[in-house]
T-cell receptor
């Protein structure tokens, strides 16, 4: 089955700096890669996703890049703000037999410091 | 997106008892899933809730422990049976909309004492 690795597990940045979280996946047939943000005591919220026919997608301060050859994808947050502090999860799905079942990374605790 | 409601949102349960969690979606969806998130951990898929048939369970999860119902395309239940403290987790239902896009319900925070 699919295996997703995520790094780093914790990340501290100064407000206004950029943050990058990286994930690798094992199943070359996976074709959907969402990112979720989870604030303390809340459910995971979809913040951006990318499909395998696209190399990059951007939504305001958030961008995701996908390298299918290397089987890795990354989340980029620019001009970080304190409200960006949360746990971020990457995930992958779409391989044969996997369908829409998501395999998650282990999460990254992002802390944006003033 | 879809509005996905879960009940209960939070509960404290006694060891050995069972609890049923409900998931209601505001539109018909083909695919529904149940995930578990243990404290400080990532999300793990429990099963796919199949409408009109038995759920499909992932490795490590069995029907006797986590029976699931899916009577129609907008509703599903997950029961956590014979609970132990190790079952203390967040249980989340999720649905697929617009192709692969997957959204989560509000979550049910379960503490077993």
């Amino acid at each position: 089955g699919e295996n997703v690795e995520q790094h780093p597990s914790t990340l501290s940045v100064q407000e206004g700096d950029s943050a990058v979280i990286k994930c690798t996946y094992s199943d070359s047939a996976s074709n959907y890669f969402p990112w979720y943000k989870q604030e303390l005591g809340k459910r995971p919220q979809l913040i951006i996703d990318i499909r395998s026919n696209v190399g990059e997608k951007k939504d305001q301060r958030i961008a995701v890049t996908l390298n299918k050859t290397a089987k890795h994808f990354s989340l980029h947050i620019t001009e970080t703000q304190p409200e960006d502090s949360a746990v971020y999860f990457c995930a992958a799905s779409g391989g044969p037999g996997g369908g829409n079942k998501l395999t998650f990374g282990t999460g990254t605790q992002l802390k944006v410091e003033l | 997106s879809a509005v996905i409601s879960q009940k209960p949102s939070r509960d404290i349960c006694q060891r050995g008892t069972s609890l049923t969690i409900q998931c209601q979606v505001d539109s018909q969806v083909t695919m529904m899933f149940w995930y578990r998130q243990q404290p400080g951990q990532s999300l793990t898929l429990i099963a796919t809730a199949n409408q009109g048939s038995e759920a499909t369970y992932e490795s490590g999860f069995v029907i006797d422990k986590f029976p699931i119902s899916r009577p129609n395309l907008t509703f599903s239940t997950l029961t956590v049976s014979n609970m132990s403290p190790e079952d203390s987790s967040i249980y989340l239902c999720s649905v697929v909309v617009s192709g692969n896009t997957i959204y989560f319900g509000e979550g049910s925070w379960l503490t077993v004492v």
